[in-house]
């Protein structure tokens, strides 16, 4: 996690770079949450385009994860978004683990907020950047970058503040 706490990555990297960040997600917020080391836990992984993907690596997440094969759900687009349920946010990918009875919900409704305010510092640092000099003086494959990183941003504000409500 960030030094504030928050566990939104933003980075969707490579394949296994992706596959990586969602296992430290998951095994950060079971830290947080104070979940036995030992216990297998639910996971639903809205995965969007990367579902392919991350499908492919379902073993492999399940293991370095813990979570319980049969409460574990990866689709691309999800009906309904589980109750009571620790929401992570990477890149485009959406976790959710289910942990009623083991997370206190007002202290969830904290993280999320916490996660929102450290994004709305990255959007307003991003854009004061992009509204500067920067813009117009940087190699343009380095101001497309720093673009894509607002954008990803954004995104996963939107989906955070979603959440939240």
Same mark, same amino acid.
């Given at each position: 996690?960030a030094?504030?706490?928050?566990t ?6 490579g ?45 492999? @997440?399940?293991? =370095? ?6 409460? %574990?759900?990866?689709? #691309? ?5 589980? +109750? !009571? ?28 907020t916490?996660?929102?305010r450290a994004?709305?510092?990255? @959007?307003?640092? =991003? ?6 000099? %920067?813009?117009?003086? #940087?190699?343009?494959a380095?101001?497309? +970058? !720093? ?19």
């Amino acid at each position: 996690p960030a030094p504030d706490g928050t566990t939104s990555q933003t980075s969707e990297g490579g394949g296994f770079a992706h596959i990586m960040d969602i296992v430290r997600a998951v095994r950060n917020a079971r830290a947080e949450n104070k979940v036995e080391l030992g216990k297998k836990i639910a996971a639903v992984i809205v995965a969007g385009e990367k579902e392919e993907l991350i499908g492919s690596q379902r073993a492999v @997440i399940e293991r =370095l994860a813990n979570i319980d094969p049969a409460q %574990f759900h990866i689709s #691309a687009r999800l009906a309904e978004k589980p +109750k !009571e349920a620790v929401t992570l946010v990477i890149g485009s990918t959406e976790v959710y683990l289910p942990m009623a009875g083991m997370v206190d919900a007002d202290a969830e409704r904290e993280r999320l907020t916490n996660e929102l305010r450290a994004l709305d510092k990255q @959007i307003a640092k =991003l854009e004061a950047l992009l509204g500067s000099d %920067f813009a117009n003086k #940087a190699p343009a494959a380095v101001v497309e +970058k !720093e673009r894509g990183k607002l954008a990803e941003a954004k995104e996963s504000r939107s989906k955070l503040a979603a959440r939240l409500r």
